[in-house]
């Protein structure tokens, strides 16, 4: 498999890398800024028996799109997998953000799928998967995040369009939504509560413990499978049966 992962050396991203890494998988590692970070995970990758390889760049831009594409096509030359974990992290209220950082949120957060689907077009061969990282916040009134799961919503509308346009070329795409796990990006949109919210979402939890990265990765993995084939332009849902309750 050769597969892309953006924002894929830290939190949910990196443990999609490290799961695709352990498949013997070819994955296209991209990130923004953090060296070390980056480093870490091609050398994890690699000791789990994926073909590792880095790109800097920002995802979440139209322009950061096209040298991951590029990228890809010198790296790999094709793509059987994409997944779309990059986010910029935005919070506050739908009230009160300022309207550039809104605006912002949901150029970065929402569409950048569209422009990162529409560069890899190209790469994308019969059977394989675009899966989009989303969350509980574009459907439900989370405080603070009102930017980000307004961005997120955007982006699962995109998700829609895009299977059905992409349907006919042997290309799927869905959406995997991750209940509360323990990363930075959470932790930046809700620096005061984090801990306290990881604890109650645990134990509220009807599953008995708490979501780690490695569960949504593994679903991930699902949807990149032979057996997903026929799994188009859903929402699946990652959070142990929290959000039932």
Known sequence: MRALVTGGTKGIGKAV????????????????????AAAETA?????????????????????????????ARAELGALDLVVHCAV??????????DADVFRQSIERNGLSLLWLV??????????????????????????????????????EAL???????????GVRVNCVSSGAVDTAALRAVMPEVADQFLADSARRNPSGRALSTADVARVVALLASPGAAMIQGQILRVDGGLGLI
């Open 17 to 36: 890398t490290l799961e695709l890494a352990s498949s013997q998988a070819s994955v296209l590692i991209n990130y923004l800024a953090d060296e070390t």
């Open 43 to 71: 050398t994890e990758a690699r000791a789990a028996g994926g073909d590792a390889r880095l790109i800097r760049a920002d995802a979440c831009s139209a322009e950061g799109a096209l040298l991951v594409a590029d990228a």
């Open 88 to 97: 910029t992290p935005a919070n506050g209220s739908a009230l009160d953000t």
């Open 118 to 155: 529409r560069a890899c077009a190209d790469l994308l061969q019969p059977g394989a998967s675009i899966v989009f990282l989303t969350s509980g916040g574009s459907s439900r009134a989370v405080p603070n995040y009102a930017p980000l799961g307004v961005a997120k919503a955007v982006a």
């Open 159 to 169: 998700v829609r369009y895009l299977a059905a346009e992409l349907a006919p070329r």
